[in-house]
């Protein structure tokens, strides 16, 4: 039998080389060539830290302040939203904060709502730019996605459960305003599409389609945006758990056993009971 | 000055929302006495103490997720693909999350959880395990040697320059060769009544992947049995999590009365930041 190329995983054996950085003891710890204590500690928001370590990059500070007011806007305190409902079934059940909270972080990676279409709206939007700057109309673009759905108006970042119209987008747009940002050429599309959605299908932009544009005018890519946001939604489930902690155990949404639909096979008996049963 | 963009006013759109969550799986008939406690639980239409009487946790472990007891082929496939799979061992990374998160004194009760979301991953883990039931369910017809050929000359490109190259979800190198293992698994499995014919055609693929090197994976091995026993491809990543979580915890409860000194913490020598 021929030996086998492990030279690869050989190399690696009982050694760690970072490219992100590390605590080197006695001589400082180090972050993307940053002397974290004495360049970052109370020089920098946490925010710009995050961004740091999930990118490499060290964003400005109003940057930063703009990702931290995103995270407020998916940070309600209601135990209704689906991550939120997580973190309150913890403090009913009386799990500790952290499998809370990170329980309802995790169920963030959807399909259907949180980090996942996030990343599918920097996705859209920057494709949808290369498919504009290539010379294909904005109502071509929306005609072109909403035929993957069957000609209806799924567009990522656009449209959303529960509501029509999203109050955070007005917020962020008030934040980005206020610490001098203009807007770029994806928020622009962004908004152009917006309208035709509107117009189409009485349909408007939700906080994903903001952001996804503003993140892609910053330069941010969809993985990079992924990272970033890993735990977008952990203080609303924090919330949310700490006002089900504080009540008598099992008190969320107690269920009774009829209040759960059965829709399955009726009584039956064990193959050996039957034959029991007929002697 | 900028245009300002108009937005939609926020109203409710009022979906229709179920009154009730429903279930096919499990029922509850309440005490006359207090309707949130339960008198008998149901699974599938069998009573839970019936079954306690009378079935294995093969059996009701199948009937469960299938709705109907397993055939006695049934049931001996999956007890042996159980056991083959009870535990990924100390060097699997999920594992290494349960050993380190009980060498680090982490609750008990996280342990699992910690390893399970580990086990998630897409590289020897659960996210493998859809795609691999999913490949092998639509490919199942067509000759695997020349299947393998077409593979190869499509996705040489997609190989990764180092490390490991999983050609498909289930198959590929294992540290640069063969998986032994879970061919061994797999040669036991073609041995049982039970075996069906996805693992079979698995068997045919991975035989013409090892010239090239690759061959079975145990989560393609995993995949091939769910799909031959009728589980959904979705079902895939969540039983692969629950049939290597006994080992998973093992390990990690094994840990967590040892000092912090009991494993490795790599020296300062042997850590090194070289960034790009």
């Known amino acids: 039998m021929t030996k086998q190329d492990t030279t690869l995983w050989d190399r690696q054996r009982n050694k760690i080389i970072s490219k992100k950085g590390g605590w080197l003891i006695g001589d400082g710890v180090y972050c993307h060539g940053y002397e974290m204590m004495d360049e970052l500690v109370g020089k920098v928001t946490y925010m710009q830290v995050v961004v740091l370590n999930a990118t490499g990059r060290l964003p400005e500070r109003r940057l930063a302040e703009c990702i931290e007011a995103a995270h407020i806007c998916l940070s309600w305190p209601d135990s209704r939203i689906w991550c939120n409902h997580i973190g309150a079934l913890g403090g009913t059940m009386r799990a500790s904060s952290v499998a809370s909270t990170v329980a309802g972080v995790l169920a963030t990676d959807s399909r259907s709502y949180g980090i996942k279409p996030l990343k599918a709206g920097l996705s859209f939007i920057q494709a949808a730019m290369l498919a504009f700057n290539n010379g294909v109309s904005v109502t071509d673009i929306v005609t072109n996605e909403c035929a993957k759905h069957g000609g209806k108006p799924f567009i990522m970042g656009y449209g959303r459960p529960i509501a029509k119209g999203d109050e955070r987008v007005p917020a962020m747009e008030r934040v980005a305003k206020n610490l001098g940002f203009q807007v770029g050429a994806h928020l622009k599309l962004a908004y152009e599409i917006e309208s035709v959605l509107d117009e189409r299908f009485n349909e408007g932009m939700n906080i994903n389609g903001y952001m996804s544009a503003f993140l892609s005018d910053q330069g941010f890519s969809p993985d990079e945006v992924y990272l970033i946001c890993s735990t977008l939604v952990a203080s609303g489930v924090t919330a949310c758990y700490v006002d089900m902690r504080n009540r008598p155990a099992g008190t969320f949404l107690p269920l009774r056993c009829d209040d759960v639909l059965y829709q399955g096979k009726p009584h039956r008996l064990l193959p050996e009971q039957e034959d029991e049963v007929r002697g | ?276």
């Not at chain 2, 149901?42 to 009487?53: K, V």
């Not at chain 2, 290494?96 to 883990?125: V, Y």
């Not at chain 2, 014919?197 to 992947?209: E, N, P, R, V």
């Not at chain 2, 491809?233 to 998973?248: D, I, M, T």
């Open chain 2, 1 to 276: 000055m900028e245009k300002q963009q108009r937005h939609q006013k926020v109203t409710a759109r009022t979906e229709p929302f179920a009154d009730k969550a429903s279930t096919r799986i499990w029922e509850e008939l309440a005490s006359s006495d207090n309707p949130y406690i339960a008198d008998s639980s149901r699974c599938h239409g069998y009573d839970l103490i019936d079954l306690m009487r009378g079935a294995s946790y093969i059996d009701t472990f199948y009937l469960l997720f299938r709705g109907d007891m397993p055939s006695t082929d049934e049931r001996q496939l999956l007890e042996k693909l159980m056991i083959g799979l009870i535990n990924p061992g100390p060097r699997h990374p999920a594992t290494r999350a349960a050993m380190n998160a009980g060498i680090g004194k982490t609750d008990p009760q996280h342990i699992l959880p910690i390893s399970l979301a580990i086990m998630g991953g897409e590289h020897l883990g659960a996210g493998e395990v859809e795609g691999a039931m999913r490949f092998m369910r639509r490919h199942r017809r067509e000759d695997p040697v020349r299947l393998v050929e077409q593979l190869l000359k499509a996705q040489g490109e997609g190989q990764p320059e180092e490390g490991d190259w999983h050609i498909v979800p289930g198959f590929g190198s294992c540290f640069g060769g063969v998986d032994l293992m879970s061919s061994k698994l797999v040669t036991l499995l073609l041995e049982l009544p039970g075996c069906g014919d996805i693992m079979k055609w698995g068997a045919q693929f991975s035989s013409a992947l090892e010239k090239h090197n690759m061959g079975w994976l145990n989560v393609g091995v995993a995949a091939a049995v769910f799909a031959d026993l009728g589980f959904h491809p979705r079902s895939g990543a969540g039983l692969f999590q629950l049939l290597s979580a006994p080992g998973l915890l093992a390990h990690g409860m094994e840990q967590a009365n040892k000092p912090i000194t009991a494993m490795p913490f790599i020296s300062d020598k042997a850590y090194t930041i070289d960034y790009d």
